[in-house]
């Protein structure tokens, strides 16, 4: 029996012989019942499609305005990376580049290690390093917070509402969106038919 016909319960270690999954069927461990396959239905296709979509997105929301602040008659524009630039003019070196990795840069890598790692594989072809993209996109996953920028831009606008005039940009909406597509496609994503279609491919 080989190693590559069985998978282990990721809660009591059990062994189980890999069996032919339908896409909608869940398979439990026969020990704790915990759950150990649900295929997806067409993950790679909807997946790689959300990605595409994400990258789109997150380009649209660093290009264009984020917040326009009208102030006495005079107007302020900011983008995406504004508030990042004035962090870090301000000193606060660490807290900028944190927030630079948090809502651009881990995004942002996630999105292309999917990339990388779906359009291949959904092609049919090979590139090199793909093993080792796709566990540093899975790292860099849980570094993406962009809901919580989100939600403190949500409150610096509720806290200024009063001292000026706040008109919301593109940018915003980009970024809203660009939160639910990620959501999406960590949902969607099924790390074990990547795998799977891997060692397909290899000779």
Known sequence: MRHSHLIA????????RMV???AGAAVRCRRCDALLRHPKVNSLERTLALAVA????I????TFPFLDFEIQGRVQ???LVSGILELYRQGMHSLALLVMFTTIVAPLAHLLGLLY???PLVAGLRLPGRFQVFRLMRRFQPWSMMEVFMLGVLVTIVKLAKMAQIVPGPAVYCFMALIL????CTATLDPHQVW???EGHCP
């Open 196 to 198: 799977e279609r891997w």
């Open 54 to 57: 994400g990258l789109v997105l």
């Open 117 to 119: 790692v779906l359009l």
């Open 77 to 79: 524009r900011t983008l």
């Open 181 to 184: 597509v990620l959501a999406a």
């Open 20 to 22: 032919a999954v339908p």
């Open 9 to 16: 319960c990721h809660e009591c270690d059990l062994l189980h």
């Open 59 to 62: 380009l649209l929301a660093n």
